[in-house]
Each structure stands twice: as structure tokens, then as C-alpha cells.
């Protein structure tokens, strides 16, 4: 099973077609060259306790409710087992009504990472090998009147205290494009935006072909490489089926705007955390909701608005003239 | 890296093994089959799901003010004695809070505390208010941050961005004496990819190593 694997990762370099036609184009490559290589990457990404159910499951859009009930059950039950705890997986939909936005205060972040931390053990991300979802990148004030370019960013920076002299910290996570590159690209559709915004991933459909990380313009996903590991008390009992359900190694993940919690009403985790007050979340069909009073009060951006991905995760300044 | 072409050792499979990789090789035939299915079949955009109505929103509440440890307290202790010094002019306090470090613009502890009650706030129009209410006194000259903490924007709301929620208080994160938010420590960086160790080469490749 190793070697499939290996080729499958070479036969990601090569670009997928741009248009939507290319899936056709792409199962028939998959059938010649690569045929076993990519399709036994799901076999492969679930490690050595393949799970023959999860394989066969339908696509998560087109379980029927009775389908999905018990697709839940079966997995809070697998996963309390598992982690011997009283784990709970939900497949909560999203409310009429609502699209999320978030927004980010570059003004207030000091850099402190408590945001990356508290999302993986919101969203049992793996400790070892380390996964992250959010990357707070630090950028020298001085270059920032001159627009701030990504790759400039420095997400290892180390300090005794934070903010550093003459700095400031942009936390990236995924940016929830309306327009999202990465979902058109996914040949499998396992990848795809929900009707409140998130954009979501079914674990058990993605083959880990990174098309995806390919064409996110922000790096926001992150592959499995190897198998994940969450030590079973560190484990998130709070879960959702397109959320913080443990992965496997071979499948692509991203942040989810907590989706087990705002889809409860509750703040995602990163949120909660900020020491600061620099995360803003709210419904942006909501004139009365946080993130629409910063939305018509604040100056925001999105980042590299000139792709037009059309983010729904702003950037602001809250102080205007204050260093 | 070793190619499934060049297998050392192809032609000298034993019987049994023959079976194993023939069987593997069906396997791998029905999976395939199946992934071809899954792969050419486009699910819906979305989920078609069932209406969900908007939930109900909760009440903003103030998270009670971070209690108070000093060692001044209560403050009348001492506050009543006729005859201690005050004065609305700033002055060095020698004899006690010589460690009250007040760098706040340029107030003096009478532009806040009460002369008569300083265990009280006292607001521009006199009246005097518990330390636990000190957002009134702050907001009185810092007006323009009232709606946008009263919206959750400046400072921080938790608990639900739909129903109940909390919001924090200016001394949360103020003191009021030196107000700057300040440093704090970092929580440790991601890992380099030159620090990523490799995950372990799995069982198929090492085969084909020892053969």
C-alpha cells in the first residue's frame, strides 16, 4: 500500500484543468496512469483500521436525514468506544438566515498564539505530527504602508513578550471564500460551501489529492502526512460530522468556524480566547450583530481582494492614529 | 524511490504468495471500480437541508468585575481620620500606596476616587458609584469606546454570538492606574518543516527494500 501512495503525491504536481469539464478528463488519467494510485488513497488514508463504511458512505450533501441520524449515532458511538469518553458527533444544519463573518482587529493583535492553541483543542487537531489550523504571522510595521504581501509573514517568530517592538501579527486561517478555488478543483466533491458560508470538508470523500492546498490562496489547508494523534484525553467530545471529527492520514483539513459551536449559537473557540478582544464573529444578515457594526464603522480588507475569492473573513484597523 | 516496475522480486514469488498478491490484485480491481464510480459521480452544490429556524438571541450580561485582593482593603480603615492629608493638586504619596504607580495621561487619584469615600468612584457629576460599576466612570472621558464595547467590538463578548452573552469590563484588561494593555507572553511557535520528522516509511516500501 506504500508505494500507490507515494505516486499518487507525484501525480498531484500536475495542475488540474481550470474549467469544470476537467472532472470527466481526470477520472480517465485516474483510470490509466494513476488508476490504482489514486484510488486506493482512501484505503490508504484511513491507515491500517480501514474502515470499510466509512468508504462506502454516500457524500455527506446527499445522505437522506434517516441516512445521516444514523451516520451520527454510528460515529458517536465508534468514537466513544474509542476515546472512552461520552463523545458526541452532531450533523446540527445551518440556520436560515445566517452568514458568518469574521472579523480580525490588526490593531489590537499581539501575536500571543493563545487563538492557534485553543483551535487545536477545540478542533482535535493532531499534536503529533503537528497540525495548526490558524498561523499568526508577524510582519515588520514599517513595510506595512507599503501593502502587506503574505510571504513576508514570519510565523516563527519567538519572543519573551509579544507584541515585539515595531511589529504586528496577522493570524490566518481559512478566509471562507464566497468563490472558493479550493472547493471548484476538488475532483471528488468533497469539498464544498454550506448556505451559511462554511466552507466545509467530508473526510471520507476527500482522497487527499491536494488539488485544494494548491489552489488556496492562503494556505489555509493542511494535509495529513501521517497519522493523526490526539491523546484520548485530550480529545474534543463536542463534534460534527464536516467539523472536529477525528481525521485520518491522507485527507485535508481546515478551519471550520468552529462549526460543532456556531451552529449551537456559540462563539468559535478562537474567539472566546482572544485576551485582547482582536475576533469578531457574528451573522453578517444581521444589522444589529458585531461583526455588521464593524463592517459599517470600520475601514476592513480582505486579503489579496484582487483574486476575488470573495473572503468572508475581514481584516480591520479598530484604532485609527494610535501606534 | 523504487518503482512497481522493477520488483527484484517479481519471478521468484512462491505459490502462496502468488495467491496473496493475486487476491490483493482483485482487491485492488473492485476498489478501483468502485472509486471510478465515486469520482465521476458530482454530488449536489450543497446539502438540500431542512429548514432551521434562526435561533433565539440571549441577553448581554457584564461579566462581574475581577475581584479585588488588596491589602487596603476595606478603604475606610483609614480613609476616616480628619486629619490626613488630601488635596485635588498631585503630590508623592509617602506614607502608604507609595506603590500605586498611577501613569494614566496626567490624573490624579481625585479625578477618580472620592475624596470623602475613595472605596468610590466618583463621576463628573458627583455622584458616586461602586468600583464594580468603574466602565461609567471610564466611558465618561473615553465616550467615543461606550458603543463599541456595548456592541462587543471594543473589548470582548463570549458565550454566544446568538443567545446569551458576556461581556467584559473595562478593568478586565485596564488597570486603571497604568490602563495600556502591555506584553504578554506568547504560547510556543509551530514547528520549522526542517523540525518535521518524517513520518515513518510504511510497511510496503521497506518490502520492496529487504527484497
Not at chain 2, 473595562?170 to 520528522?197: L, N, Y
Amino acid at each position: 500500500m506504500g508505494t500507490p501512495r507515494n505516486r499518487r503525491v507525484k501525480q498531484a504536481g500536475e495542475a488540474p484543468e481550470p474549467s469544470g469539464s476537467s472532472r470527466r478528463d481526470f477520472i480517465k488519467t485516474a483510470a490509466t496512469v494513476g488508476a490504482g494510485a489514486i484510488v486506493a488513497a482512501p484505503a490508504v488514508a484511513s491507515g491500517f483500521d480501514f474502515d470499510l463504511e466509512s468508504f462506502f458512505q454516500k457524500n455527506f450533501r446527499e445522505l437522506s436525514e434517516e441516512e445521516l441520524d444514523a451516520l451520527v449515532k454510528r460515529l458517536s458511538r465508534k468514537y466513544s468506544k474509542k476515546y472512552g469518553k461520552d463523545v458526541s458527533v452532531s450533523a446540527i444544519g445551518p440556520m436560515d438566515g445566517v452568514l458568518y463573518g469574521y472579523g480580525l482587529d490588526i490593531s489590537r493583535c499581539t501575536g500571543c498564539r493563545r487563538c492557534v492553541h485553543a483551535c487545536v483543542e477545540e478542533n482535535n487537531q493532531s499534536r503529533d505530527p503537528e497540525i495548526q489550523w490558524i498561523r499568526v504571522l508577524e510582519f515588520e510595521r514599517s513595510e506595512a504602508l507599503r501593502g502587506i504581501d503574505l510571504k513576508d509573514g514570519n510565523p516563527y517568530y519567538e519572543h519573551k513578550e509579544v507584541p515585539d517592538e515595531g511589529k504586528f501579527y496577522i493570524p490566518i486561517a481559512c478566509q471562507h471564500c464566497e468563490d472558493s478555488p479550493c472547493s471548484k478543483v476538488c475532483p471528488t466533491g468533497a469539498t464544498w460551501r454550506e448556505p451559511d458560508g462554511i466552507v466545509v470538508i467530508d473526510y471520507d470523500w476527500c482522497i487527499g489529492c491536494r488539488y485544494c492546498m494548491a489552489a488556496c490562496p492562503y494556505g489555509a489547508r493542511h494535509f495529513n502526512w501521517a497519522e493523526p494523534n490526539v491523546p484520548a484525553e485530550d480529545i474534543n467530545p463536542d463534534m460534527h460530522v464536516i467539523g472536529n471529527v477525528p481525521r485520518k492520514r491522507g485527507v485535508v483539513e481546515k478551519c471550520t468556524f468552529c462549526i460543532q459551536r456556531t451552529r449551537k449559537g456559540r462563539y468559535p473557540a478562537c474567539h472566546e480566547i482572544c485576551p485582547v478582544g482582536a475576533r469578531k464573529f457574528g451573522n453578517l444578515l444581521d444589522p444589529e450583530s458585531e461583526i455588521r457594526y464593524v463592517m459599517k464603522h470600520k475601514r476592513t480588507f480582505v486579503l489579496k481582494a484582487e483574486l476575488e475569492t470573495k473572503p468572508k473573513f475581514f481584516y480591520f484597523w479598530g484604532t485609527e492614529g494610535r501606534s | 524511490m523504487p518503482g512497481a516496475g522493477n520488483d527484484p522480486g517479481k519471478d521468484r514469488l512462491p505459490g502462496n504468495q502468488a495467491t496473496i498478491w493475486g487476491t490483493l490484485g482483485l482487491a485492488v480491481v473492485v476498489i478501483v471500480g468502485l472509486s471510478a464510480v465515486r469520482l465521476e459521480h458530482q454530488p449536489e452544490t450543497t446539502r438540500d437541508y431542512p429548514p432551521r429556524p434562526l435561533i433565539a438571541d440571549g441577553p448581554a450580561v457584564m461579566k462581574p468585575a475581577p475581584e479585588i485582593d488588596d491589602e487596603y482593603l476595606p478603604c475606610r480603615d483609614c480613609h476616616t481620620s480628619p486629619d490626613r492629608q488630601t488635596g485635588p493638586i498631585p503630590r508623592e504619596l509617602e506614607y502608604e500606596h507609595e506603590d500605586t504607580e498611577l501613569a494614566h495621561g496626567n490624573l490624579w487619584c481625585l479625578h477618580c476616587h472620592d475624596p470623602e469615600r475613595p472605596g468610590r468612584l466618583r463621576l463628573a457629576d458627583s455622584s458616586l458609584v461602586k468600583f464594580e460599576d468603574s466602565w461609567q466612570l471610564c466611558t465618561q472621558c473615553h465616550a467615543k469606546k461606550l458603543p463599541e464595547w456595548r456592541a462587543g467590538v471594543h473589548g470582548k463578548q463570549t458565550g454566544h454570538w446568538r443567545g446569551p452573552k458576556e461581556y467584559q469590563t473595562c478593568v478586565e484588561c485596564h488597570e486603571p492606574h497604568a490602563p495600556p494593555f502591555g506584553t504578554i507572553e506568547p504560547k510556543p511557535r509551530p514547528k520549522r518543516p526542517d523540525e518535521i520528522i518524517q513520518p515513518a516509511r510504511i510497511s510496503g516500501e521497506e518490502q520492496h527494500g529487504d527484497s
